[in-house]
């Protein structure tokens, strides 16, 4: 329901979703998704699907080209075949309103106004969760770093990656226990 509501500054549901759904499995900034266009991703059966950011678009002027998950290529696909070329993949004037945006869409959806962390829900959260989730995941943290565009692993780390009770517990549970049954 959430995603066939009114417009927001230029951006249908549909376009909301998508933009949703590649900033959350990139971790791209918000000025880096307004500057994507169509041409900015390769979605050759052949190849790693992926999406280029120009270092003239990127906040550390740095190029990158970043790998796409399948299921992001198959959400993004039909909202990049009906983009002109050239065309922003995400046009309008979202960026400068985009916490109004998420929380919107959050109450559309239904969906709690607060993370797991109880930090609420605003656009550059999804960096924060791109970086939390590759931790989760096992994922080296010079890999995130570089997935980030940050300047050193101890931002990538420190502030963006979090952590709670769940991930603490698993990794005390993950070693081996000193526990011998036979003294019990």
Same mark, same amino acid.
């Given at each position: 329901?959430?995603?066939?509501?009114?417009?927001?500054?230029?951006?249908?549901?549909?376009?909301?979703?998508?933009?949703?759904?590649?900033?959350?499995?990139?971790?791209?900034?918000?000025?880096?998704? &307004? !500057?994507?266009?169509?041409?900015?991703? =390769? %979605?050759?059966?052949? +190849?790693? *699907?992926?999406?280029?950011?120009?270092?003239?678009?990127?906040?550390?002027?740095?190029?990158?080209?970043?790998?796409?998950?399948?299921?992001?290529?198959?959400?993004?696909?039909?909202?990049?075949?009906?983009?002109?070329?050239?065309?922003?993949?995400?046009?309008?004037?979202?960026?400068? &309103? !985009?916490?109004?945006?998420?929380?919107? =869409? %959050?109450?559309?959806? +239904?969906? *709690?106004?607060?993370?797991?962390?109880?930090?609420?829900?605003?656009?550059?959260?999804?960096?924060?969760?791109?970086?939390?989730?590759?931790?989760?995941?096992?994922?080296?943290?010079?890999?995130?770093?570089?997935?980030?565009?940050?300047?050193?692993?101890?931002?990538?780390?420190?502030?963006?990656?979090?952590?709670?009770?769940?991930?603490?517990?698993?990794?005390?549970?993950?070693?081996?226990?000193?526990?011998?049954?036979?003294?019990?």
């Amino acid at each position: 329901a959430a995603w066939n509501g009114e417009p927001f500054r230029g951006l249908s549901g549909r376009l909301r979703y998508a933009l949703y759904v590649v900033a959350a499995n990139t971790g791209l900034r918000r000025s880096e998704l &307004r !500057s994507l266009i169509a041409e900015s991703f =390769d %979605l050759q059966e052949d +190849q790693t *699907p992926s999406v280029l950011v120009r270092s003239s678009d990127a906040k550390n002027s740095n190029t990158r080209i970043l790998p796409l998950r399948n299921d992001v290529v198959e959400v993004i696909r039909p909202v990049l075949a009906s983009c002109f070329p050239g065309s922003s993949v995400w046009p309008g004037s979202w960026p400068g &309103r !985009s916490a109004d945006m998420v929380r919107r =869409d %959050l109450e559309a959806a +239904q969906i *709690p106004q607060l993370d797991e962390f109880d930090r609420p829900w605003l656009f550059h959260e999804l960096r924060h969760q791109f970086a939390t989730r590759l931790a989760g995941a096992g994922i080296h943290p010079q890999i995130a770093q570089q997935l980030l565009d940050h300047s050193s692993v101890d931002l990538t780390m420190n502030v963006y990656t979090h952590t709670g009770l769940a991930e603490r517990a698993l990794a005390v549970n993950t070693m081996p226990s000193f526990a011998r049954p036979d003294l019990r």
